[in-house]
């Protein structure tokens, strides 16, 4: 049930764009992002529901696409501030619990200058 | 508080020995989650309050875990006869809302070493 992300690691100039993709074989319910930074503990990016929604905040945004059942987040023109490691976490359609979130294993971003 | 806070935030122990780890929760918070994340791993969900319900205990890995939350606030877990492998930085989390679509604050964190 865990997602699967992709790419595991992706290196980027400032600049420059990249894309993390998270897939699940699940029907899902929403899809969560987080970012860790090294030796810190995760931070709340956004949530999306089903039903093909975008959100954005600055240069950072994401769509989910429930009929493939897969999220991505887009990060546009990196600073380096958005070095980490980003989660997807995903909650299965049709659970009625508020309950958990299943995360996948994390996309590792590093930023050159 | 401000934010979720942990403690210890470092707890080296011998195999074997029981260990609890604290999490006080953001004021208010009706949800806490616990999560252990191994190194260069994700994070792996391992029990959930919501309010005063029963938790959902369905990530614990074995019968060694136990957690409790006292009061709608504070929540222990618990590690009895620790292994190795159960070395890993323990995260708890909240959120204001009982819901998956709510954010979930975390915490520092507790790093446990099973010597």
């Known amino acids: 049930q865990q997602p699967v992300q992709s790419p595991q690691a992706v290196i980027l100039r400032e600049g420059e764009d990249a894309v993390i993709n998270c897939s699940s074989s699940k029907a899902l319910y929403s899809v969560h992002w987080y970012r860790q930074k090294h030796g810190e503990a995760p931070v709340f990016l956004m949530i999306l529901l089903k039903g093909g929604e975008q959100k954005g905040h600055e240069k950072i945004s994401a769509s989910f696409n429930e009929k493939k059942q897969q999220s991505s987040l887009y990060l546009t023109a990196s600073q380096l501030s958005y070095s980490g490691t980003y989660f997807c976490g995903t909650e299965m359609a049709g659970y009625s619990s508020a309950s958990k979130i299943i995360f996948g294993s994390g996309t590792r971003l590093s930023i050159r200058p | ?115």
Do not use: M
Not at chain 2, 33 to 51: D, K, M, P
């Open chain 2, 1 to 115: 508080g401000a934010g979720v806070s942990q403690s210890p935030s470092n707890k080296v122990t011998e195999k074997g020995k029981d260990v609890e780890l604290r999490c006080d929760p953001i004021s208010g918070h009706t949800a806490l989650y616990w999560y252990r994340q191994s190194l260069g791993q994700g994070l792996e969900f391992l029990i959930y309050f919501q309010g005063n319900s029963a938790p959902d205990k369905s990530g614990l890995p074995s019968d060694r875990f136990s957690a409790e939350r006292t009061g709608g606030s504070v929540s222990t877990l618990t590690i009895q006869r620790t292994q190795q492998e159960d070395s890993a930085v323990y995260l708890c989390a909240s959120s204001r809302l009982a819901t998956s679509t709510d954010t979930q604050y975390f915490g520092p964190g507790t790093r446990l070493t099973v010597l």
